[in-house]
């Protein structure tokens, strides 16, 4: 697998606070998520990715590259939707991403098709020649998407993309976002304090907490753990089953329609056993799988602990 970005005890100081403390982390090609709450320091990693902002201590390389000495070279290949907006005043959309693209390197010609291609993607039609600072926060979403896709590049920095979008602008961004990982083949890393969002998108995950990171890897081994606890539906004496469960040295949890049984050793051969003993009909058995949200409060609880 191809190492997109890898970083070694990167820390950025901003005075007393530590926005990103001895952070390492080696990310592979793919689409992945940023994900971590408010103050986190998603925002300082993505600047320090792009050498914006100067690392305190510590290393980064992005396509193999230091981020301090080849910052720009690494830019070129990179597409930012920053978190805030950072529009030039007075221009309308085509200027504004047609000048970009020429900012980067392409002819007048190439970045004016580039523009009214990334355009119609993020679906701007004729407002594409109004004042952009008339735009509508989800307006000005896109507009931000489509200046990360005009010079064609390698790699995506999404910084919240969806901030401040209504349930249907959200959608709808995230629509665009997985259409340009799945169609165009990108990679991004998507950063967000919104667990759902990386779900839809991301295979892989980074989790980070006061500028540490609390864990990484694959959404689905983060989801299902190494010794899941097992989850059944039942017919018949449910009270018999649970009672046989117990005595057994099993530790059944009954729920609203299902029981949630704690792992232990041989756990799926056991409870098949059970239930034959207790004649009640097995209508559902599968591992445990938590949800994202439950994932991230265990994992940001450990930071804190
Ligand atoms: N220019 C700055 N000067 C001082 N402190 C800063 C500066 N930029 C960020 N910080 C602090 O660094 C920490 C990390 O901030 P950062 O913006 O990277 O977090 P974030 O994960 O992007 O948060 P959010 O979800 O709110 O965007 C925060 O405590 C923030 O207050
Ligand atoms: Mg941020």
């Not at 990360?148 to 959200?170: A, F, K, Q, S, V």
């Not at 299902?224 to 530790?251: A, C, I, M, T």
């Amino acid at each position: 697998m191809n190492i997109l970005i890898e970083t070694k005890n990167l820390t950025k100081l901003y005075g007393e606070v530590q926005a990103l403390n001895n952070f390492s982390v080696k990310i592979e090609s793919g689409a992945i998520g940023l994900l971590g709450p408010n103050g986190a320091g998603k925002s300082t990693l993505i600047k320090a990715l792009l050498g914006l902002i100067p690392a305190s201590s510590g290393t980064g390389k992005v396509f193999s590259r230091d981020i301090t000495i080849d910052a720009l070279t690494i830019r070129q290949r990179i597409g930012y939707m920053p978190e805030n907006d950072c529009f030039l005043p007075d221009l309308n959309a085509v200027s504004y991403l047609s000048y970009l693209g020429e900012l980067s390197g392409l002819s007048p010609r190439d970045s004016m098709q580039r523009t009214h291609e990334a355009l119609y993607y993020v679906k701007i039609g004729d407002e594409r020649y109004r004042n952009i600072s008339t735009y509508s926060t989800g307006m000005k979403q896109k507009i931000k998407l489509a200046q990360t896709l005009i010079h064609d590049p390698e790699l995506i920095l999404l910084d919240e993309p969806t901030t401040g979008l209504d349930p249907t602008g959200r959608r709808e961004m995230l629509k665009l976002i997985k259409g340009i990982v799945k169609n165009q083949g990108k990679n991004i890393l998507f950063s967000s304090h919104i667990l759902q969002d990386i779900e839809q998108i991301c295979d892989k995950i980074i989790v980070l907490n006061r500028g540490e990171l609390v864990s990484t890897g694959k959404i689905k081994e983060l989801l299902y753990e190494k010794h899941p606890d097992l989850v059944v539906r039942v017919r018949g004496n449910v009270g018999l089953f649970l009672q046989r469960l117990r005595s057994s040295g099993l530790k059944p949890i009954k729920r609203k329609n299902d029981i949630l049984i704690k792992y232990a050793p041989d756990i799926t051969k056991r409870v098949v056993a059970l239930a034959a003993d207790a004649n009640v009909q097995l209508r559902y058995l599968d591992s445990s799988k938590r949800t994202l949200e439950e994932l991230f409060i265990k994992l940001i609880d450990q930071v804190e602990k």
